[in-house]
């Protein structure tokens, strides 16, 4: 079983930046691919961006790209992932959820752990 604890998230002025991050522990999650979703309240789930268990692959959904960086840091008894936002806008406000699974998985929007979510506001 791996659990998935999430922080960064809050409140900004467009245009500024936060980082997310997500700590897997338990379970082998160091074979898992990691990545980001992220909803608002109305509307479905959507990709953000995924990262390989050795982080050679990254993907981005294309309203981040240039702007959102991915990054993950493995070791033994814990991996984390990281999302660097910068040049946030007003419609990246969501709900950001942390998951792992496999990158074919993630990419097609499933995961076998989903973390709780942590709130990204972004003030226009």
């Known amino acids: 079983q791996v659990q998935l604890l999430e922080s960064g998230g809050g409140s900004v002025q467009a245009g500024g930046s936060l980082r997310l991050s997500c700590a897997a522990s338990?379970?082998?999650?160091?074979?898992?691919?990691m990545g980001w979703f992220r909803q608002v309240p109305g509307k479905e789930r959507e990709f953000v961006a995924a990262i390989s268990p050795t982080g050679t692959w990254k993907e981005y959904v294309e309203s981040v790209k240039g702007r959102f960086t991915i990054s993950r840091v493995n070791d033994n008894a814990k991996n984390t992932v990281y999302l660097q936002m910068s040049s946030l806008k007003f419609e990246d406000t969501a709900l950001y959820f942390c998951a792992v699974g496999s990158v074919a998985g993630l990419q097609a929007g499933t995961a076998n752990y989903w973390g709780q979510g942590t709130q990204v506001t972004v003030a226009s």
């Open positions: 338990g379970g082998t999650s160091g074979t898992y691919g």
